[in-house]
């Protein structure tokens, strides 16, 4: 534009064919395009890629040592030469409660996630189009997803005790109190909360999706007539599909891997209506300090969450190709 | 180039002629229904809110007894939580560990996002799903293991890593260089490489780029992926119920012990309980909302919480 911006401009996107200056000796054949391959720094990835190494690979490998082993607290001092034993745990595994706790960890995730959804869409909805106090609105939707898990659960711990408010509320509208943290209530329990705790998640992938539909199409229906319902089942919401399956992929490994929650909230041990996957692996571990068994039980609760996982990464593989994606 | 461009100046024309035209064809919903759902959805948040609020400015004689207005006010909770739950030091230990992985994450995700992004080697596209797939391993899985690699460590070198703030802070930070990371390779794909193609014919070393042109730009990601690594290292409860030592408890774990151990005491102290909650978030609440612009765009680039 201006005569200052040319021939930098000029310099960076086009010149290095035409110009045999200074930058001579620079191969001058490379477009911008394709990445580079020269002067590669790839020691940069030095300090990211020993961490990662360090802490997420090599423990792996050691997690799926100790599952063949039968380690406990007198062998863990000596955790190399520890006994093998083969496949031993994962038999066990089978017996000692893991069966239950995947189906508990299953149906407490699918479900928290199928109700999440619709009231997450349905607060995008009415947050999409603009009003004064709308900002307000956004920020209060927000509040449980800000809030920390720990802190959630602890606020609701206090409110669901058997003298809590919950309780003395039920009392007063005359419906009776319940026991809400133990027996096969805390199952329901559980789900609640994380349902409180979770559907902001949901509300912002679906604001984002609802964002990416077009002014036209909007207009287009309006000109046609289309009253709300008929828009917004048959024009609007197939373009909140991409977006919330991923949402509920995503959504749904949270609440697998949710260990805060019930450890929080019930404590360790916890009842047995929900000893999700991750709270049986750390009881396992560090109470009834049987770790061969409990790595086991680690490694079994992976190969569940490795296949929406497996799904995820999928479908994210086209972002990684499409230049600026987001 | 020039075929290009016309047609992204109408795309970029028309909407804004037509969003400012007409309000009412962007409605999603007739406004009645509109109001209940909206205020159905904020009773359903708000309500619980208001009553921690309210709780933690009772007495905990007054929550005890079933008040959910507070017959008197008082910040007394407030002051006794420093002593009762011994939160002054277990928030300092949060904000040390989780304020240093989060500038650490931070630093470290720029140079690498920028070599992920910028050059091709082998191995590239095996490292980006990589660091997708880590941010979904659970921790319970990696939880034993870590612990057993600290501690035969900590014994072989003669050092304690066990029970100090340095083992949670090598936790945390790995377990964030993935999401920052991410965070990073999403920002830096959308930035345009003419800057770094005018400096490397400058003579400037890869180096000299990095600190010069791409740090300066990266300030929004940098910014969103240090609350994230942040967020990570306060919100875990459990690396830190393991791996930490009474006095270096962070705010979960005090808060967590706090809560388990009251339950046993004659009196309740659900206002304390309620007061140390809100001052545990606080620090959470208060990133979100001065930062809330970067946010709500860098949680749906690395969308795992």
Not at chain 1, 65 to 70: A, C, K, M
Not at chain 2, 54 to 77: H, I, R, T, Y
Not at chain 2, 124 to 141: A, D, E, K, N, Y
């Amino acid at each position: 534009m201006s005569s200052a911006t040319a021939p930098e401009a000029g310099q960076g996107v086009a010149a290095p064919a035409a110009a045999p200056g200074p930058a001579g000796p620079r191969p001058a054949s490379k477009k911008v395009k394709p990445l580079s391959k020269r002067q590669r720094p790839l020691w940069m990835l030095i300090p990211g890629g020993v961490l990662m190494t360090f802490i997420i690979v090599i423990p792996f490998l050691i997690g799926v040592w100790i599952s063949l082993t039968d380690l406990d607290q007198y062998t863990l001092r000596r955790w190399l030469s520890a006994p093998f034993v083969g496949l031993a745990n994962y038999v066990e595994s089978l017996s000692a409660g893991l069966p239950a706790a995947i189906w508990i960890s299953l149906s407490f995730a699918i479900i928290s996630t199928i109700v999440t959804v619709p009231i997450g869409v349905a607060a995008a909805i009415v947050t999409q189009n603009k009003y004064k106090g709308r900002a307000l609105i956004r920020a209060i939707f927000l509040i449980p997803y800000v809030l920390p898990s720990f802190v959630v659960a602890t606020v609701w711990r206090t409110m669901l005790q058997p003298d809590g408010i919950v309780n003395i509320l039920l009392n007063k509208a005359g419906i009776g109190d319940q026991l809400w943290l133990s027996g096969s209530t805390a199952y329901w329990t559980l789900i609640l909360v994380e349902i409180w705790a979770a559907w902001p998640f949901i509300y912002l992938l679906a604001l984002s999706g609802l964002q990416s539909v077009d002014s036209e199409v909007h207009e287009a229906s309006a000109l046609d007539g289309a009253s709300w319902w008929p828009k917004l089942r048959y024009i609007v919401l197939p373009y909140l599909k991409g977006p919330l399956a991923l949402a509920f992929l995503l959504a749904t490994l949270n609440h697998i891997n949710n260990f805060t929650l019930p450890f929080v909230l019930f404590g360790a041990p916890a009842p047995e209506s929900v000893n999700v996957m991750p709270m049986i692996v750390y009881v396992t571990s560090f109470q009834s300090l049987r770790f061969g068994l409990s790595a086991a039980m680690a490694i079994v609760s992976l190969i569940i969450i490795a296949i929406p996982l497996f799904i995820y990464l999928r479908a994210v593989r086209l972002d990684v190709h499409e230049e600026g994606g987001k | 180039m020039t075929t290009a461009t016309p047609t992204a100046a109408a795309a970029t024309g028309r909407p804004r002629k037509g969003r400012a035209g007409s309000e009412e064809a962007h409605r999603l919903m007739p406004t009645p229904l509109l109001a209940v759902l909206t205020t159905l959805l904020c009773l359903m948040v708000l309500i619980p809110v208001a009553y921690i609020v309210l709780a933690s400015l009772n007495s905990d004689a007054g929550v005890a007894s079933g008040e959910f207005w507070p017959s008197s006010f008082s910040a007394q909770s407030y002051t006794l939580i420093w002593s009762t739950v011994g939160l002054s030091k277990a928030l300092v230990n949060s904000l040390i560990v989780a304020g240093a992985v989060a500038i650490a994450s931070a630093l470290l995700a720029v140079p690498t996002a920028y070599v992920l992004v910028r050059y091709a080697f082998r191995g590239r596209v095996t490292i980006l799903r990589g660091l997708l797939g880590f941010q979904s391993i659970p921790g319970t899985l990696m939880l034993l293991p870590v612990f057993v690699l600290f501690s035969s460590l900590g014994s072989t070198l003669g050092i304690a890593i066990i029970g100090t703030l340095w083992g949670l802070f090598i936790a945390y930070l790995t377990f964030a260089m993935p999401f920052s990371t991410w965070v990073m390779v999403t920002y830096l794909r959308g930035l345009p490489r003419e800057l770094e193609e005018a400096a490397r014919i400058d003579g400037a070393s890869n180096v000299q780029i990095l600190a010069r042109i791409i740090f300066p730009l990266s300030g929004p990601a940098i910014v969103v992926s240090g609350i994230f690594a942040f967020l990570l290292g306060w919100n875990d409860v459990l690396f830190a119920s393991v791996m930490t030592r009474p006095d270096t408890h962070t705010a979960a774990v005090a808060l967590q012990v706090f809560g388990a151990s009251m339950e046993g005491g004659a009196i309740p102290v659900y206002s304390q309980m309620m007061a140390a909650a809100l001052v545990c978030a606080a620090p959470v609440v208060i990133l979100y909302f001065v930062f809330q612009r970067y946010l709500v765009g860098g949680l749906t680039a690395g969308s795992v919480k």
